[in-house]
């Protein structure tokens, strides 16, 4: 994992006559907001283009909206320091929904408006996501009592989704379906959190622990078994049955999902390793789950961290060693990391950089070779 650098995972479709649609994956680095330091992507559109989520700036903690490689900062509502995040974005990108201090808000055409704090004695509330017309925004208000309530903001009306039964009240919605019609969350009860699906004013509990997603029809519910206890397994939910995707290995003993495609197929999350890393997976019918790196090594994609990792060793070995001659080939190296994360400014400003040493070095065909493709990226 690289600190402070969001990722986007895309698939491209290549079209054709007589072509057939494989997706192809690709990563892109999504970069940082100016000055910011640890970005963090929350959602992603249904049409794939537009990435929310947050960075660490000078000015404190931001939502941003990022989209055809550019990333923008949302600023805050009115009054106070910057503390924002945003966790969920409508089918089209245009409506961002999360939180700026302790009040939700929905954010649209630049302009980002507080929904207030929902319901009478809440002191705050918080926006998780949102329909895919951006009509329907889900969360939770919190009370004085430390205790919370699922719910859905449409308009200006609050809808409290209530709770299940036994223990405090205490619930939170994750997500919503792409009519806003079903939303699913946790909700406390006398034996500890119950993932929870609500539709047409009705709470159902599904399992133990928490419901973090749901597919756009609403059909397919995935989260984690056992939140809460240190240790959890995925879980999908479907037809009334609830299923464990499994863990990352024979030993290991937690696993999370995070998110499910629009037809409820494919379900990413993260996981503990053997050794206790954090390891991102993916799982579908046909393969189960696996770690997504081998994932996207097995389609073709470089694990951009073991890649990273090489070279930081290579530059601290050229610093030992003084073997300044390396130099610039690790810094085509680098550049063409840059390229396959979608970072091509950086690409260029370490090309250039490769080249201009070269010529330093009177190594004249590498220096002619990159100022080349330079020219070739420039046009």
């Known amino acids: 994992m690289l600190l402070g650098r969001a990722f986007w995972l895309g698939l491209l479709a290549p079209l054709g006559l007589g072509l057939p649609a494989v997706a192809t994956p690709y990563l892109v680095s999504l970069g940082n907001l100016p000055g910011g330091s640890a970005a963090r992507a929350f959602a992603v559109s249904g049409n794939g283009l537009v990435v929310v989520g947050e960075d660490a700036t000078p000015n404190g903690h931001e939502a941003f909206r990022w989209e055809a490689g550019v990333m923008v900062g949302l600023g805050d509502l009115d009054g106070g320091n910057i503390d924002s995040t945003a966790r969920g974005v409508s089918y089209d990108g245009e409506v961002v929904v999360g939180w700026a201090g302790n009040e939700a808000y929905r954010w649209s055409g630049g302009v980002m408006t507080g929904l207030g704090t929902a319901l009478p004695g809440a002191f705050s509330s918080g926006a998780t996501n949102v329909s895919a017309d951006g009509s329907v925004v889900v969360g939770a208000a919190s009370f004085p009592a430390l205790s919370s309530t699922a ?101 290991c003993n ?85 390229l396959t994360t979608g970072d091509r400014a950086q690409a260029q400003r370490l090309r250039n950089e490769a080249q201009q040493l070269f010529a330093a070095m009177g190594a004249a065909v590498h220096a002619e070779r990159l100022r080349a493709k330079i020219e070739v990226a420039r046009a």
Not at 186 to 195: E, I, L, M, N, Q
Not at 208 to 213: D, F, I
């Open 254 to 338: 937690q696993t999370v999902a995070f998110a499910v495609s629009g037809d409820g197929s494919v379900v990413v999350g993260g996981g503990k390793t053997a050794s206790g890393n954090d390891q991102a997976f993916i799982w579908d019918a046909l393969n189960g789950l696996r770690p997504l790196a081998d994932a996207l090594l097995a389609a073709g994609v470089p694990d951009v961290a073991r890649v990273e990792a090489a070279l930081a060793r290579t530059a601290a070995l050229i610093d030992a060693t003084g073997a300044r001659g390396f130099q610039p080939l690790a810094l085509e190296a680098r550049s063409k990391l840059a």
């Open 151 to 251: 719910v859905t903001i449409s308009g200006a009306s609050f809808t409290d989704l209530g709770d299940l039964p036994g223990g405090s009240h205490e619930s939170a919605a994750n997500d919503v379906s792409a009519d806003g019609a079903v939303v699913v969350g946790r909700a406390a009860t006398a034996s500890g959190y119950v993932a929870f699906r609500w539709e047409n004013g009705v709470m159902t509990g599904l399992w133990p622990g928490q419901a973090r997603a749901v597919s756009a029809d609403g059909l397919v519910v995935v989260g984690e078994i056992g939140l809460g206890s240190g240790s959890g397994e995925a879980a999908v939910w479907k037809n009334g049955i609830t299923v464990g995707l499994g863990y990352l290995c024979g030993t």
